[in-house]
C-alpha cells in the first residue's frame, strides 16, 4: 500500500526543529538540534542515562479475520560535513572559510531513511527487522580561481544498526494489539561520546507509517464505545499512533514522536515547510523576506533545503501571500436555527446581549478560577462562537466592581448554555452594553 496521502504530514514531522530561523549554522538556536524523536544507541543510553535507545507503537486492528500489514521506519541520518582551511601547509578546521567569494561552512546535515517491513501476515508475527547503513566518508577538496587548494570539506556519515520488532496479542473479540518496536542496536564508545557525537549513530525524529489490510485501524483518541477499553490498554512509549490520511479513512497509522489528533493535515494555504510547525507561516515569511543579504548568504552555504526556503519565499506571488493572513473556514458544529441572529436559546428563554444569568458550577472545570463565580449573576456583552463552532456567552460578573472597565476593553468570561441560567428572558429587547 502507498502511504503518499500522509508523507506531506510525516515529512513535517521529520523536519520539526531541522535547521530555525534565520536558517543559518551561526545562529545560537541552531547549535542544539534534533529534539524529536531522538534514539541514541543502546550503549550511549546506558553510558548517561538520557535519551533513549527505544520506542514502541501499539495499535488496535479490527479485523474478522486474518490481516496484512505495512510497516515503514523514517528517521533523519547525520551527515557531517567539516569544513577545513589550508594553512601552512596543513588542514585546519574552521566553522567557514570563504574563498574567493564562495562561502563553506561546517554543518550537520541530514539523509532521509526509509526501512521497509512490507506485506506481513499477523499470523508472522512475532517477527523481527533488522538493518543496517555502512559509514561512508567523502572528501571535496576546495580551490581558489587560481587553481591553488584553499582548503577541504569532509563528509562523513557513521553506521547505524537496529532492528524493528513486531508482535501481535489478543485484545478482545474482532480487535488485534499490534506492537512495533524501534531499537537503535549501533555500537559505540559512550565513554568518548558527547551528545553532538552520539547523534551521528541516532535516528532522528523516529516515527513510525502503519497501512492494513484486511481489518481497519481503531482511534485510540476517540474509540467506539465497544473498543475503549481495549484502546486505554494500549501503553505506546515515546511516540503517539493517530489516525492518518482524509477524514473517516481507518487503513493508515501515523505514529510520532509529537502529540497529533487524528487525521493531521497541512494547512491548504502553507506553500512549503519552514521547519517550524509550530510557528506561523505568516510571521515567520515575513520575518525571512527582511533577511539581509548577508544572512541569505550564509544560509545558502549552510544548507541546501534552507536554500530552498528561500527560494520558494522570494517567489511567492502576492496571491499566495495574501493567503498566508488567514482563511475563515466553516463550523464543523451547527448552531441553533431556532434563535434569532444574535441571540441564543436557552431552555426556553431567548438570551440576546444585555440579559442577565446565573452562572452554574461548571462540570467541565476547563478554568479553575470558574468554581468562584458560581451562583454569581452577569450580564450577556456578546453572543459568541468557541473555535469548534459551539455557541456561547460572553458576560461580565454583575459583582464586580471592574465589570464597567472590562466592558469597554472588551475582556469577558465565557460560558456555554448549559453553565449558565437565563434570569431575565425579556431582556432580550435590550441594547448591548
Known amino acids: 500500500m502507498s502511504f503518499d496521502g500522509v508523507l506531506r504530514v510525516a515529512d513535517a514531522i521529520l523536519f520539526e526543529g531541522y535547521a530555525l530561523y534565520p536558517y543559518r549554522a551561526s545562529a545560537p538556536k541552531n547549535h542544539l538540534r534534533w529534539q524529536f524523536g531522538v534514539l541514541m544507541p543502546r550503549a550511549f543510553f546506558e553510558s548517561c542515562g538520557s535519551e533513549a535507545w527505544w520506542m514502541e507503537s501499539q495499535c488496535l486492528v479490527e479485523a474478522?479475520?486474518?490481516?496484512?500489514?505495512?510497516?515503514?521506519?523514517?528517521?533523519?541520518?547525520?551527515?557531517?560535513?567539516?569544513?577545513?582551511?589550508?594553512?601552512?601547509?596543513?588542514?585546519?578546521?574552521?566553522?567557514?572559510?570563504?574563498?574567493?567569494?564562495?562561502?563553506?561552512?561546517?554543518?550537520?546535515?541530514?539523509?532521509?531513511?526509509?526501512?521497509?517491513?512490507?506485506?506481513?501476515?499477523?499470523?508472522?508475527?512475532?517477527?523481527?527487522?533488522?538493518?543496517?547503513?555502512?559509514a561512508t566518508t567523502e572528501t571535496e577538496i576546495l580551490t581558489t580561481a587560481g587553481g591553488a587548494c584553499g582548503g577541504r570539506v569532509t563528509r562523513s556519515r557513521e553506521a547505524l544498526r537496529g532492528a524493528i520488532l513486531l508482535s501481535q496479542e489478543s485484545a478482545g473479540e474482532r480487535l488485534t494489539?499490534?506492537?512495533?518496536?524501534?531499537?537503535?542496536?549501533?555500537?559505540?564508545?559512550?565513554?568518548?561520546?558527547?551528545?553532538?557525537?552520539?547523534?551521528?549513530?541516532?535516528?532522528?525524529?523516529?516515527?513510525?507509517?502503519?497501512?492494513?489490510?484486511?481489518?481497519?485501524?481503531?482511534?485510540?483518541?476517540?474509540?467506539?464505545?465497544?473498543?475503549?477499553?481495549?484502546?486505554?490498554?494500549?501503553?505506546?512509549?515515546?511516540?503517539?499512533?493517530?489516525?492518518?490520511?482524509?477524514?473517516?479513512?481507518?487503513?493508515?497509522?501515523?505514529?510520532?514522536?509529537?502529540?497529533?489528533?487524528?487525521?493531521?493535515?497541512?494547512?491548504?494555504?502553507s506553500p512549503g515547510d519552514l521547519f517550524d510547525a509550530t510557528e506561523i507561516d505568516e510571521i515567520l515569511t515575513l520575518r525571512t523576506m527582511l533577511l539581509t543579504d548577508e544572512v541569505k548568504r550564509e544560509v545558502r552555504a549552510t544548507d541546501e533545503r534552507a536554500a530552498a526556503i528561500l527560494d520558494r519565499i522570494d517567489g511567492l506571488t502576492p496571491e499566495q501571500l495574501g493567503r498566508l493572513h488567514g482563511v475563515i473556514r466553516e463550523a464543523s458544529t451547527p448552531s441553533d436555527d431556532s434563535a434569532p441572529p444574535g441571540s441564543l436559546r436557552i431552555g426556553s428563554a431567548l438570551v440576546r446581549p444585555g440579559a442577565r444569568v446565573r452562572i452554574l458550577r461548571s462540570l467541565r472545570r476547563t478554568d479553575a478560577q470558574d468554581m468562584f463565580l458560581a451562583g454569581l449573576t452577569a450580564t450577556v456583552a456578546r453572543i459568541e462562537r468557541d473555535i469548534d463552532g459551539r455557541d456561547c456567552l460572553a458576560v461580565t460578573v454583575d459583582a464586580d466592581p471592574a465589570a464597567e472597565l472590562l466592558r469597554w476593553h472588551g475582556r469577558y468570561h465565557y460560558f456555554y448554555p448549559d453553565e449558565v441560567e437565563a434570569l431575565d428572558p425579556d431582556a432580550g429587547a435590550r441594547s448591548e452594553p
Do not use: M
Not at 582551511?85 to 596543513?90: C, I, S, T
Not at 541530514?110 to 512475532?126: G, K, M, N, S
Not at 512509549?237 to 497529533?260: F, K
Open 64 to 134: 474478522d479475520g486474518g490481516f496484512a500489514f505495512d510497516a515503514k521506519l523514517r528517521f533523519l541520518h547525520v551527515r557531517r560535513r567539516s569544513v577545513e582551511a589550508l594553512r601552512g601547509g596543513a588542514f585546519e578546521p574552521v566553522e567557514s572559510l570563504d574563498l574567493d567569494g564562495r562561502l563553506h561552512v561546517s554543518w550537520d546535515e541530514a539523509f532521509v531513511r526509509e526501512i521497509d517491513a512490507a506485506t506481513i501476515r499477523a499470523e508472522a508475527l512475532p517477527l523481527v527487522v533488522p538493518f543496517e547503513i555502512p
Open 177 to 269: 494489539r499490534l506492537r512495533v518496536r524501534v531499537e537503535n542496536l549501533t555500537p559505540c564508545a559512550p565513554a568518548f561520546l558527547a551528545r553532538a557525537d552520539a547523534t551521528g549513530r541516532a535516528l532522528l525524529s523516529a516515527h513510525l507509517l502503519l497501512a492494513v489490510r484486511g481489518g481497519a485501524f481503531v482511534s485510540l483518541l476517540d474509540p467506539p464505545a465497544w473498543a475503549s477499553e481495549a484502546a486505554a490498554a494500549c501503553a505506546s512509549v515515546r511516540t503517539y499512533p493517530v489516525l492518518a490520511g482524509d477524514p473517516g479513512c481507518r487503513d493508515t497509522v501515523l505514529s510520532a514522536p509529537i502529540i497529533l489528533y487524528d487525521h493531521p493535515q497541512i494547512a491548504p494555504e
